[in-house]
């Protein structure tokens, strides 16, 4: 197992060769060769992952010795340089090699990465059968984002990382915009990929902050510095705050996440590995991994944990108006992120990371089981037409059903253990109004995904012509749905805290993670003494949120529709305006880009009408001028003679008195 780790590139480098085979010979390639290369070239990434992770276990120590290679046992990490990349300046200069960083955290995401994308990569094949243009590009895409992905885990260094992000980015901008012949398809594509820029400017402002501070780029030793104390605070808190902007556009997070709705003009299972598994998580492992940078200046995670909870609550209440089924779930994953970052922003790395995991399985799940929904009926994606499919697609019904009770929260999936141990970790570090904003967020997306659950599979079709002709899922995209079901429900015990552990040690996640979370990033990590009393209080209320949220759900659209409409009739202003998305993109629209509009058409007119008349007036002078040579330059020379003379009589005639 110890070659795998010398050989980390191989990971990153298995989906890149897919993608090269199918993008460069994909028009050559029997149709039904390309799904066996995209998916296995993905399955063998997987493979290696494991194994991979599997030797983190090992006995590292014996591995020093080997060239090219640095290793931490007790850290459990290890750095395989591959070459030498950027060097300028010599001693001194800027310096970067092109190296992979192996340690519990990256082996956990490159898990998530692989193994949920080889799901989503199954799944394509029955939802993409029909695409008659495309399939190779499809699959070719996919694999790049996978890679590209990897590659961001896996990077030792900020640059390295960087190719990664900005690969992802590039990845969204082409499968976001894949049916590009649609304006409103490429329009969205567009949109999330300018929006992703104005992050990414932040991250690169950032890491030059951070080599100016610590001189350099290298993971473990500008972190090394400042778990140490190396590294001013005010340096730190800037490259924290400017990294941080990266991770808020990637992950669209307030105010860069009005990319991520309209990304759902995708195909469906690109939808499901953007949330699920590559770009959106990138700001999160970004923000882990960066966490004892984070750490030194309190502001920086007081921002972070801000941020987050705002976009918690925020994103949950837009989600419980939308109609459209990828809508709803592409709010939640904006929510659900927010959760995310209050773990990191209030010390709780460990569950931030536990419920990107978990985050992971059942959304995966959900967007693939709306794929199915939508694959049945013809591409429709409004709930307001659905309803009554509980019958007519069973497995669907199921899968969707335990997804929905792993987001809400609901003992024992998944979510429950993740999304409490964030709570947990904002309660017991004394942050009480974050911890409020949470318990909030946690009823709102009960009711928003049940909401979701009643109006497509329960009570009578509303459009019987379409529900008549609904169907199950081919095989080949039921069982990824229900592999995913499972994780959703039993992934979460990997992490079972203390409190019902009877007095045993069942969090494998945090045991797992500890190495990889240096002392002053895990400090705040369940930072206050409340004693087991206070934990079951907290996941009672947490429980209790989830389950009110499903009983408003339950009684609106299943027993007491009359209270939906007097509530609906009384909050219209307010349902109106979360239905409408708080007009944000109107607000965008007036105060950023129309003003930029037009000061782009004014540079136009000056353009036009100033520098471009300037220069057709010169060249205008010159023609004229060009008419009045041509009188002289005839080519005879009995002309030119005569010139001669006529100039010489009227020098002498100026010149004699």
């Not at 429709?380 to 019904?397: A, H, K």
């Not at 459009?463 to 229900?482: F, N, Q, S, T």
């Not at 079972?496 to 240096?518: F, Q």
Request: glycine letters at 12%; proline letters at 4%.
């Amino acid at each position: 197992m110890s070659a795998v780790l010398r050989h980390l590139w191989l990971i990153p480098l298995l989906p890149f060769a897919g993608a090269a085979v199918l993008g460069f010979g994909g028009r050559r390639l029997d149709r039904r060769a390309i799904p066996w290369i995209a998916c296995g070239s993905v399955a063998a990434a997987f493979a290696l992952s494991c194994l991979a992770a599997r030797a983190l276990t090992g006995d590292l120590a014996a591995l020093a010795a080997r060239p090219n290679l640095s290793v931490d046992p007790a850290a459990r990490r290890v750095v395989a340089q591959l070459a030498e990349w950027i060097v300028v300046g010599g001693a001194g200069g800027v310096a970067a090699a092109w190296s992979f960083l192996l340690d519990p955290l990256s082996a956990l995401m490159i898990l998530v990465v692989t193994g949920v994308g080889l799901l989503i990569h199954l799944f394509s094949v029955g939802y993409m059968a029909e695409e008659e243009r495309g399939y190779a590009r499809y699959f070719c895409f996919l694999n790049l984002f996978t890679g590209m992905m990897l590659l961001l885990v896996l990077g030792a260094s900020l640059p390295v990382l960087f190719v990664g992000w900005e690969g992802v980015g590039l990845c969204s901008y082409l499968l976001i915009g894949f049916f590009y012949t649609e304006d409103w398809c490429a329009d969205a594509g567009r949109k999330a990929f300018i929006v992703n820029r104005i992050g990414d400017a932040g991250f690169l402002l950032g890491a030059l902050t951070i080599w100016a501070a610590a001189g350099s780029f290298d993971l473990g030793s500008f972190l090394g510095q400042a778990a140490a104390g190396r590294v001013a605070s005010e340096a730190a808190l800037a490259g924290s705050l400017l990294l941080f902007a990266g991770a808020v556009g990637k992950s669209a997070q307030i105010p860069l996440y009005v990319w991520l709705p309209d990304a759902m003009a995708g195909p469906t299972p690109v939808s499901a590995l953007i949330h699920a598994a590559t770009m959106v998580t990138a700001g999160v492992y970004l923000v882990v991994r960066m966490g004892v940078l984070f750490a030194v200046h309190p502001l920086a995670l007081g921002v972070v944990t801000g941020i987050g909870a705002a976009t918690a609550v925020y994103a949950a209440t837009i989600g419980c108006a939308q109609t459209d089924i990828k809508k709803v779930l592409a709010y939640s994953t904006i929510s659900q992120l927010g959760y995310m970052f209050v773990g990191a922003g209030v010390g709780a790395f460990t569950a931030a990371i536990f419920h990107l995991m978990t985050h992971a399985f059942f959304k995966a799940l959900l967007f693939l089981g709306a794929g199915c929904v939508i694959h049945a009926l013809g591409g429709v994606q409004e709930m307001g037409r659905m309803g009554g499919l509980r019958e007519r697609l069973p497995i669907t019904y199921a899968c969707m059903m335990a997804g929905g009770l792993a987001i809400a929260g609901v003992v024992p999936f998944a979510g429950f253990f993740s999304k409490d141990e964030i709570l947990w970790g904002a309660w017991s570090g004394g942050h009480r109004v974050v911890w409020f904003v949470l318990l909030v967020g946690a009823g709102l997306t009960a009711f928003y995904i049940f909401r979701l659950i009643y109006l497509v599979f329960h009570g009578e079709p509303r459009d019987a012509g379409l529900a008549a002709h609904a169907h199950e899922a081919p095989r080949v995209m039921a069982w990824p749905l229900m592999t995913l079901g499972i994780l959703a429900l039993a992934g979460g015990w990997i992490g079972v805290p203390g409190i019902l552990s009877l007095g045993g040690d069942w969090n494998r996640i945090g045991r797992w993670l500890a190495p990889a979370l240096p002392p002053a990033a895990r400090a705040g990590e369940h930072g206050g003494a409340h004693g087991p009393l206070g934990e079951l209080l907290a996941m009672a209320l947490g429980l209790a949120a989830a389950g009110a949220g499903i009983g408003l759900a339950w009684a609106f659209y299943e027993t007491r529709p009359r209270w939906r409409q007097e509530w609906a009739r009384r909050m219209a202003p307010l349902v109106r305006l979360a239905g409408e998305r708080y007009r944000v993109d109107e607000l965008y629209e007036r105060i950023i880009l129309g003003p930029y509009a037009r000061a782009c058409r004014s540079l136009r007119t000056f353009d036009e009408r100033g520098v471009d008349a300037t220069v057709n007036a010169l060249a205008w002078t010159v023609d004229v001028l060009s008419h009045f040579g041509r009188f002289i330059q005839t080519g005879f020379v009995r002309n030119y003679a005569l010139f001669l003379l006529i100039g010489a009589v009227l020098i002498l005639y100026w010149v004699l008195p």
